[in-house]
């Protein structure tokens, strides 16, 4: 081979090696502690090891973009803990999934709370972007012993997510507080929440949702943008969505598009003098100078017992 044709094989070489040395794992397998079961019998790993900063790149073994996690089993967590947390983003075209396997649950008497902002609940994924989470329509998340007639009354999360162009689907999501009529226990039921969102072009759709207190929850921030809730079902509730800013910030159209969801039986947050309201949709920003433009709800169903404290369904 002449000098060229030998320059330009090492050339070529480079350009096809160099991008196998920074590509992310394509499937990572999570077990409670790590052993296999279900479908994850592939080098399985703990929840502690997915919550890890150091294993999230572009490293072979790593999660990164186009990354493929499967959760399998039974996760039984600590009071007031986060099993999963996520420690980076996906990418446009290549986001990191998180997929339950079949029955796959994630339980804890009650999980963190995100109030405040708080990059916590069951799963979080912090303010990372380009994220699926899929309850592949058998995964559960659930609190085992909060509620008014049990043994904690306690503010609690179950799926945190402050970035951009996330998605979370097909998830049923439980028992964070099971209240009692005409119980009034819990002083504030906005500390409960299924789903607590904020950031651009976030999608939440299929997910089956119950016993919560403001079970769908996003605080939007300034620029934020297109938070559609599609085809839910959410009952057992004092709000089943709250779009909703403490700040004078402004949401950009459109804010908010609500299709397809099944709302309903309310009466079970009821109390003497009415410390809960219950709503379908409720929509608000509290200071002068808070704007939202463009809010699409439609072919919704409200229906079942409301009990005697609704403010309206939307």
Not at 140 to 165: D, K, M
Request: proline share 4%; glycine share 12%.
């Amino acid at each position: 081979m002449t000098r060229f044709q030998r320059l330009l094989c090492a050339v070529i070489a480079v350009l096809v090696l160099v991008p196998l040395g920074f590509s992310s794992a394509a499937n990572v397998y999570i077990t409670p502690n790590g052993s296999p079961q279900g479908n994850c019998t592939t080098t399985p790993q703990s929840p502690a090891w997915f919550s890890n900063s150091a294993n999230w790149g572009t490293g072979a073994s790593q999660i990164g973009p186009a990354t493929k996690v499967l959760v399998c089993g039974t996760f039984t967590g600590a009071s007031n803990s986060t099993l999963l947390a996520f420690q980076g983003n996906g990418s446009s075209g290549s986001p990191i999934t998180l997929t339950f396997d079949k029955g796959t649950v994630l339980e804890a008497p009650y999980w963190a709370s995100s109030e405040g902002g708080t990059a916590a609940g069951a799963v979080t994924c912090g303010s990372h972007s380009w994220i699926v989470i899929d309850g592949a329509n058998t995964g559960t998340i659930e609190n085992t012993a909060n509620g008014s007639s049990l043994a904690n009354q306690q503010p609690s999360t179950g799926v945190s997510c402050f970035g951009s162009n996330n998605i979370i689907k097909n998830l049923t999501i439980s028992n964070l507080y099971v209240q009692v009529a005409p119980s009034a226990t819990l002083g504030d039921n906005s500390v409960i929440r299924a789903l607590d969102v904020t950031g651009q072009n976030v999608t939440l759709q299929g997910n089956t949702i119950h016993d919560c207190g403001w079970c769908i929850i996003d605080s939007y921030a300034n620029g934020d943008t297109n938070l559609q809730i599609l085809k839910n079902n959410i009952y057992n509730m004092g709000h089943a969505v709250a779009f909703a800013a403490s700040n004078a910030v402004t949401c950009t159209a459109p804010c908010l598009i609500m299709d397809s969801n099944h709302i309903h039986d309310a009466a079970n947050w009821s109390a003497a003098g009415c410390p809960f309201h219950q709503d379908g949709l409720h929509i608000f920003g509290v200071p002068a100078g808070n704007s939202i433009d463009g809010v699409y709800v439609s072919n919704n169903l409200f229906d079942g017992d409301w009990g005697t404290c609704p403010t309206g369904f939307v």
